[in-house]
């Protein structure tokens, strides 16, 4: 079993493939509509999900199987049928074409794995064990859900917007990261995780006040 570079890939507004119809192709189409992608499905029999996605024309639906030329243009593609001799076919076909394949439940046909994912708005957790245990990963995502919650969004959106201000504002690298460090290591979060969310605001803005009353 290979070692994986893990990335993040930016596929918004990209064609994407994604061949088969039932449940497993629907999450992945889910997931790739969520990051901004064009997404095609290719099926000669797609579930209820799908169906009213391509009827709301968030995807472009061909009820048919799978065809090489399919892959043409595309930048990812995810094999989810339940026939393996497809699967094969279509990691085959992308292989050749050079587009990135990932085959659902088969590391050795793909270029790439999905890992299992928690999202608190830009804040990306990504949990994976190489292809060997896809449920392993979900069981320790489930803990990462019960852990990390909707305050982690909403303090990093914080932090973004702050980091703006204080490049801007601070030339000394140093600084910025002294005072980066001193908001991330503040007790905002905790605020935030209490539901204290006025208090957690002040006590940020009073912190950035700090930061640039100081130059």
């Given amino acids: 079993m290979p070692e994986y570079y893990p990335i993040s890939l930016a596929v918004a507004g990209r064609p994407c493939l994604v061949v088969g119809g039932g449940t497993v192709a629907a999450r992945k189409v889910d997931a790739l509509l969520e990051a901004g992608a064009a997404v095609t499905v290719v099926a000669p029999e797609v579930s209820p999900e799908l169906a009213a996605l391509a009827a709301a024309g968030r995807v472009s639906l061909e009820r048919r199987p799978f065809a090489p030329s399919d892959l043409d243009g595309c930048f990812v593609a995810v094999a989810a049928t339940d026939d393996q001799s497809v699967n094969r076919a279509v990691s085959a076909a992308a292989r050749e074409r050079r587009v990135l394949i990932n085959v659902v439940d088969d590391a050795s046909l793909s270029d790439f794995i999905v890992p299992a994912v928690v999202r608190r708005g830009s804040l990306c957790l990504a949990v994976t064990t190489d292809g060997k245990s896809p449920l392993f990963s979900r069981r320790i995502r489930e803990r990462l859900e019960?852990?990390?919650?909707?305050?982690?969004?909403?303090?990093?959106?914080?932090?973004g917007e702050a980091r703006e201000t204080i490049k801007r504002q601070e030339p000394a690298e140093a600084r910025r990261r002294a005072i980066f460090a001193a908001m991330v290591d503040s007790g905002v979060l905790d605020l935030l995780r209490e539901g204290r969310v006025a208090e957690a605001r002040d006590e940020f803005e009073r912190l950035l006040r700090g930061s640039t009353e100081q130059r």
Avoid at 146 to 157: I, N, S
């Fill in 146 to 159: 019960a852990t990390f919650g909707p305050e982690y969004g909403q303090f990093l959106d914080w932090l």
